[in-house]
């Protein structure tokens, strides 16, 4: 039952932060980090008890209800590792997200405190759904409250952003759900027997290409959240006209619900399909990699230069997910977490600077340091960890990755460390252009507050602990990671058709 609490925590906190919302612009606020703090107790509780014996190797609770047997769906929840720390991430930024809106949501807070509520329980629901047409519902569920806090707490163009991210993301989870029923029909075509249940449906045999057309209906569906060049136009938008709490939630949560199901769905559902899609997977990785890059060299705006980066980023998760080894794997998952802690701080912190500046012009800035050191020793910390300078968590799990799909191809690894190089060159160009240098007219601000320095604290801590100490994250994902591996080729051995393909590599896909 600890399991369903941690999603219901969330949306209880939600209805009664609605209802108390109206009376006291606080009263929002405190219930909703009471919420998130039961949300962590339960889950201390969950990663401290010794798994039940009767579960299958690697995964750590369960839960399973009927909902609807006639057609083969159940409320089916479970949590391995790989869960664990996306949980503990979605927790944690949660938290972070309330802490700096505190002061600059003033308007309909208690709304505002429902939809960050409702977000961060279709998340968590997303990462421990196992049965598919539940975690299709909580994918949904995460997408609509995220919408209202662009539309209605974002900037300028807000609508304009939060349509079209609406869009590309419905469209695309449309998309999925038709895969999800192709699949499981093919399923009973195969065994007779109708349901959504991710177990069952692991191996099911079908055609190379049905198998192959509903991989790519996962793998896009994915590919637009991760980002994945080229269905990335939404993000920059979107991350441009969020509000701050909603530019963290994006990049540090809700882009990880994207490589989450490539690794948890697209290549366990189909390992010989992903195997023979994995060059133009890898070529699409290294294409984010550069064109992000490039493009973030090219911006003024520094919240869409941040968001570019992100794209860039983020391609070395795509890399090392087809890539599909344990090494590579490693580097994922630390970049997952690394990426949401130093991406979502620099969010914080550009949003700071406009809240101040009232701009995000990087023509209009210059001298910062001067007025506020404190900004721009954080800023400039968070800067070299999001190039991967060494020490820091984002170079643990860049290295990793590219070490990982070097065993697989040679020139996707080294063109993917070219991207380090750009990297270095675009957040150095930030740092000039907004921290050094002479002053501009008007471009004096205050320094960060006790509130936004407490932050910066945590989330410091944070990335040097995943950069000098990364193993204990690695020894919670190797219990999931080595159950997906082998899983994949199991049912990849198990098909006839691809038995000869599979024995000419050392990894899967």
């Known amino acids: 039952m600890m399991l369903p609490l941690l999603i219901i925590v969330p949306l209880l906190g939600a209805l009664i932060a609605c209802l108390g919302g109206a009376s006291r612009s606080n009263w929002p606020r405190w219930l909703t980090i009471g919420s998130l703090v039961v949300d962590a107790g339960l889950l201390t509780a969950?990663?401290?008890?010794?798994?039940?014996?009767?579960?299958?190797?690697?995964?750590?609770?369960?839960?399973?209800?009927?909902?609807?047997?006639?057609?083969?769906?159940?409320?089916?929840?479970d949590m391995d590792g790989l869960s664990l720390l996306l949980l503990w991430l979605t927790l944690a930024l949660s938290v972070v997200s309330v802490v700096i809106s505190w002061k600059e949501i003033t308007e309909h807070v208690g709304f505002f405190h429902v939809c960050l509520l409702a977000t961060t329980s279709g998340v968590i629901g997303v990462f421990l759904s196992t049965d598919l047409f539940l975690f299709f519902f909580f994918w949904e569920i995460m997408l609509v409250p995220m919408y209202f806090l662009v539309a209605i707490w974002g900037h300028e163009r807000r609508v304009h952003a939060a349509i079209k991210f609406f869009l590309f993301t419905q469209g695309s989870g449309l998309l999925m759900l038709l895969a999800i029923f192709g699949l499981v029909f093919a399923h009973r075509q195969a065994t007779g027997q109708f349901t959504f249940d991710y177990f069952q449906l692991l191996g099911t045999y079908m055609p190379p290409g049905t198998e192959m057309l509903l991989m790519l209906g996962f793998f896009i569906a994915f590919a637009v959240k991760l980002p994945v060049v080229p269905f990335h136009s939404w993000l920059p938008d979107t991350h441009t006209q969020a509000?701050?709490?909603?530019?963290?939630?994006?990049?540090?949560?809700?882009?990880?619900?994207?490589?989450?199901?490539?690794?948890?769905?697209?290549?366990?559902?189909?390992?010989?399909?992903?195997?023979?899609?994995?060059?133009?997977?890898?070529?699409?990785?290294?294409?984010?990699?550069?064109?992000?890059?490039?493009?973030?060299?090219?911006?003024?705006?520094?919240?869409?230069?941040?968001?570019?980066?992100?794209?860039?980023?983020?391609?070395?998760?795509?890399?090392?997910?087809?890539?599909?080894?344990?090494?590579?794997?490693?580097?994922?998952?630390?970049?997952?977490?690394?990426?949401?802690?130093?991406?979502?701080?620099?969010?914080?912190?550009?949003?700071?600077?406009?809240?101040?500046?009232h701009t995000r012009d990087l023509r209009r800035m210059g001298g910062l340091w001067h007025s506020a050191p404190h900004f721009s020793a954080i800023f400039l910390f968070f800067g070299v960890a999001s190039l991967g300078l060494p020490g820091l968590g984002n170079f643990v799990g860049e290295f990793l990755t590219l070490l990982g799909t070097y065993r697989v191809s040679?020139?996707?690894?080294i063109l993917g460390a070219v991207g380090l190089v750009m990297a270095a060159v675009y957040?150095?160009?930030?740092?000039?252009?907004?921290?050094?240098?002479?002053?501009?007219?008007?471009?004096?601000?205050?320094?960060?507050?006790?509130?936004?320095?407490?932050?910066?604290?945590?989330?410091?801590?944070?990335?040097?602990?995943?950069?000098?100490?990364?193993?204990?994250?690695?020894?919670?994902?190797?219990?999931?990671?080595?159950?997906?591996?082998?899983?994949?080729?199991?049912?990849?051995?198990?098909?006839?058709?691809?038995?000869?393909?599979?024995?000419?590599?050392?990894?899967?896909?």
């Open 243 to 357: 509000p701050t709490a909603g530019s963290v939630l994006l990049a540090g949560i809700l882009l990880k619900t994207g490589a989450y199901g490539l690794i948890r769905f697209t290549v366990p559902l189909f390992p010989d399909a992903a195997r023979l899609f994995t060059p133009v997977a890898l070529a699409l990785g290294v294409i984010g990699i550069l064109y992000g890059a490039l493009l973030a060299m090219a911006q003024t705006d520094m919240k869409r230069l941040v968001a570019y980066s992100s794209v860039s980023h983020l391609g070395f998760v795509l890399l090392g997910i087809f890539a599909w080894n344990g090494l590579a794997l490693q580097g994922v998952v630390i970049q997952m977490i690394a990426h949401g802690i130093s991406t979502g701080a620099l969010f914080i912190l550009v949003g700071t600077l406009q809240d101040r500046l």
């Open 427 to 509: 957040v150095l160009m930030l740092v000039q252009r907004s921290l050094l240098g002479p002053s501009q007219p008007g471009a004096v601000i205050t320094d960060l507050s006790r509130r936004h320095m407490a932050v910066m604290a945590v989330m410091i801590v944070a990335i040097i602990a995943v950069g000098v100490l990364p193993q204990p994250i690695i020894n919670v994902a190797a219990s999931s990671l080595d159950h997906l591996v082998p899983s994949t080729q199991v049912a990849a051995t198990a098909r006839p058709v691809v038995l000869s393909q599979a024995n000419t590599r050392e990894t899967l896909p």
């Open 410 to 413: 040679p020139p996707a690894a």
């Open 46 to 77: 969950l990663s401290v008890a010794t798994p039940d014996p009767g579960l299958r190797a690697g995964w750590l609770a369960h839960f399973s209800s009927p909902w609807i047997p006639q057609l083969g769906i159940g409320l089916r929840l």
